[in-house]
């Protein structure tokens, strides 16, 4: 049998650490920890479409906002049943993630990232605009999933979620499919030339990652119980590419760890007021200038001592030409 | 030789504009199996419009391009990488950040027909072919120039391809290298591969094929066996002042 690796280790380490978190944490935390999962899902998602398939979306966001709005109000105008409301927002994130993944086929690098950013900010507006359905800026209420106050089944089931995400989307990168993503990422004229059907997996990791999002969105509605547009303004999305970079954009697991670290650092911090958001830059800085594939990646490299290192992330690279 | 047999591999009227210029115009050409052609021309001609289209990377205006009776004119890419059209680019386009394995291994299970231990066991084949053995575990981007033209040679060739077009494989590679490479595209012939090879060197260029198609804006202004051509006094009108760029 294979010994586990330092990142497995790693891994089993910080999961058996936020199973036992709730049993020696107070209520505050463990609420902190279950909005931390969240932003694990968002940047864990992220970093699958971003870091291995090499689309830079800015709309990540909004397909959370997505989840949560259509979760939300199936149960309020349609009176659907909770799992049927639920289920109905992740079917229409999917079928959202495979219009957008098919309009932004021929786009790439900051053409692509503009576009996605106008398709969030749009949606945005529109929730805040249509105020009759989506109660605007004051914040449409969402039902709990779980009877009485205690956070804990809400971290408990946000943890399952990013097990399972992960697992998932680990999975499907073990598969021919996670090296077709970084074939597309890396060229995606080549990749072609290559017998590789671009469209097909690009409209994939667009579905697959859209209703990760739109499920974190769900989690995150019923778990809050309001949902505002603010859950898709830029600086999230900038919150959630923060974590998957400093955790490592080509590591799922990496980017929960950064989603985690980064929240914590940013709640720990929340008496420096706007300061600890310079903190944070500084710290992406300081990621990106000495560990250019995120802190996890830096730790498995220590471990292996690798003779040569990984190249450097570099998901906006240009294509050569040819 | 080859050029008698009927050609399983032609285009027909193949044309494409971009705007006002007319990039290709009314080419045909049959390729028979086994062959080996050059696909010569100054620059400009229109010789990497048309592997781009006889690829897929390119949607002609009008034409057809047919393999084995199939008219594939405008199909995507991959189809044609499907169908065993493969490509090598001017500049070699690898997946740099991926190791020489994984390069290998892309086009050789993008069909779904080959399960990856066997893709694995193909890909160490090619790579001893190529003498890039030592290098499997490599990323693409550490390789040299040359190694980057050899591996994507290599990436090529896992498609099992029945046709090989090699966009420019001497340009800029050292004279040693220009050596191994004319060896393995006369190898590659002698299994049996047919290939098309564009490139400016001359020189190399006959010492690989036997037939040689010459364009010029856009229009194909010679075909036929290499001393002939070259004869030509169209071929050495366009060609005046351009051998000195090879």
């Known amino acids: 049998m294979m010994r586990p690796s330092v990142a497995q280790w790693t891994q089993g380490l910080l999961l058996a650490l936020a199973l036992l978190l709730p049993l020696v944490s107070g209520p505050y935390w463990i609420h902190v920890g279950a909005i931390a999962w969240y932003y694990a899902l968002l940047a864990a998602s992220w970093a699958l479409l971003a870091g291995y398939a090499g689309q830079f979306s800015f709309a990540h966001v909004a397909f959370a906002a997505l989840g949560g709005y259509a979760s939300a109000l199936c149960i309020e105008l349609l009176a659907f049943p909770l799992p049927l409301a639920i289920l109905t927002a992740v079917l229409l994130a999917a079928v959202v993630g495979a219009l957008i993944g098919a309009l932004v086929l021929r786009l790439s690098g900051p053409y692509l990232a503009l576009f996605t950013l106008a398709i969030s900010e749009i949606f945005r507006l529109v929730l805040v605009a249509e105020e009759d359905i989506t109660r605007g800026m004051q914040g449409l209420s969402v039902p709990s999933l779980f009877s009485g106050n205690s956070d804990v089944p809400y971290y408990y089931l946000g943890l399952g979620l990013v097990v399972l995400a992960v697992g998932a989307m680990n999975g499907l990168l073990a598969t021919r499919v996670g090296l077709f993503l970084r074939a597309i990422r890396e060229d995606e004229g080549a990749a072609r030339a290559s017998g590789v059907d671009t469209t097909r997996y690009k409209i994939l990791v667009f579905v697959v990652t859209s209703v990760i999002a739109a499920i974190a969105g769900i989690y995150y509605g019923h778990f809050i119980g309001i949902l505002t547009p603010n859950m898709a303004i830029l600086p999230e999305m900038g919150l959630v590419i923060a974590m998957a970079v400093i955790g490592g954009i080509e590591s799922l697991p990496g980017s929960v760890i950064g989603a985690v670290v980064v929240f914590l650092l940013s709640e720990s911090l929340r008496s420096y007021g706007e300061w600890r958001f310079v903190l944070m830059g500084l710290v992406l800085i300081l990621v990106q200038r000495f560990a250019q594939n995120g802190l996890f990646p830096m730790l498995e490299q220590l471990g292996h001592r690798r003779k040569e290192p990984l190249p450097a992330v570099s998901a906006m690279e240009e294509p050569r030409g040819g | ?246």
């Open chain 2, 1 to 246: 030789m080859a050029k008698d047999s009927a050609p399983f591999f032609s285009v027909d009227a193949l044309s494409k504009h971009f705007g006002g210029v007319h990039a290709v115009e009314d080419l045909s050409f049959g390729l028979a199996r086994g062959e080996i052609v050059g696909l010569i021309g100054p620059n400009g001609s229109g010789k990497t419009t048309t592997i781009n289209m006889v690829t897929g990377a390119l949607k002609p205006n009008s034409g057809a391009i047919l393999v084995e009776d199939h008219d594939m004119a405008g199909a995507p890419a991959h189809r044609f990488a499907q169908r065993g059209v493969a490509r090598t680019f001017q500049v070699p386009r690898l997946f740099r950040r991926m190791p020489v394995m994984e390069n290998l291994i892309v086009p050789a299970l993008s069909d779904y027909g080959e399960r990856r231990g066997s893709a694995e066991e193909r890909a160490h084949g090619v790579l001893q072919f190529l003498k890039l053995g030592h290098l499997s575990g490599q990323y693409a981007r550490a390789l040299s120039g040359g190694q980057q033209k050899l591996l994507e040679l290599g990436r090529a060739l896992m498609l099992r391809p029945q046709l090989l077009l090699l966009d420019e494989p001497f340009a800029g590679v050292h004279p040693r290298l220009l050596e191994q490479i004319i060896d393995h595209i006369k190898s590659l012939n002698r299994d049996g591969h047919t290939i098309v090879v564009v490139d400016h060197n001359l020189e190399a260029i006959q010492s690989v094929v036997t037939r040689v198609m010459v364009m010029a804006r856009g229009r194909k202004i010679a075909d036929g066996g290499v001393a002939e051509v070259l004869r030509n006094p169209d071929v050495v009108r366009a060609y005046t002042g351009t051998r000195a760029n090879r």
